[in-house]
């Protein structure tokens, strides 16, 4: 496992030991970044059900400015702090052992709003629905925010969430896992007609 592009291009990340994570391959990270834009200009993300991080480290080595990353696993949060500070991002994170319905809770009441959410909840233990509308009833998203939610090929989520986050492409890989893309709109010009 490995940063693929941008400024920590080919560094190393550990991964968490066992098999309570199961980390985005290379092949889908670099497929994910390939369609929903390979470089950033600043911004924030959000990687809950982090694992190792790769995904929210990916995303800051290609020029997102803060990244937050939650997992409610000792060993994973271990693994997270020591990549982030393998990849000198320390300025740049806010690490959290937290359950993700709690740190979403959390981070509304800090009124925060990403940019970009990852979501890659372990298969077995599917609340995908459930945190999404955590997500948009705590108004974390900012509008035109992506939310990548890598899940099981037998998982079928709904085209919208609300009106507001809609479907915007998914992708089956080799084995079980799927990726869907969401877009979220606010609506906002739809209230003030």
Request: overall charge neutral.
């Amino acid at each position: 496992m490995r940063v693929i592009s941008g400024e920590a291009r080919g560094r190393s990340l550990k991964a968490v030991k066992g098999n309570q994570t199961r980390p985005t391959t290379d092949k889908v990270k670099e497929s994910i970044f390939n369609i929903i834009g390979p470089y950033f200009d600043g911004g924030t993300v959000l990687d809950l059900y982090s694992g190792s991080g790769g995904l929210g480290i990916e995303a800051l080595s290609r020029g997102m400015e803060f990244a937050v990353f939650i997992d409610r696993s000792k060993q994973a949060f271990d693994v997270i702090q020591e990549n982030v500070r393998l990849c000198r991002y320390e300025p740049k994170s806010e690490i959290y052992r937290n359950d993700v319905s709690r740190a979403i809770f959390l981070l509304a009441k800090r009124e925060m709003q990403f940019n970009l959410i990852f979501m890659d909840p372990p298969y077995a233990d599917q609340q995908i629905k459930k945190d999404i509308q955590a997500l948009i009833k705590g108004q974390l998203f900012k509008d035109d925010s992506l939310i990548v939610i890598e899940h099981d090929t037998s998982i079928s989520l709904p085209d919208s969430f609300e009106g507001h986050l809609n479907l915007w492409k998914r992708n089956d890989y080799h084995g079980k896992t799927a990726v869907s893309i969401y877009v979220f709109e606010s609506g906002k010009e739809k209230l003030s007609e």
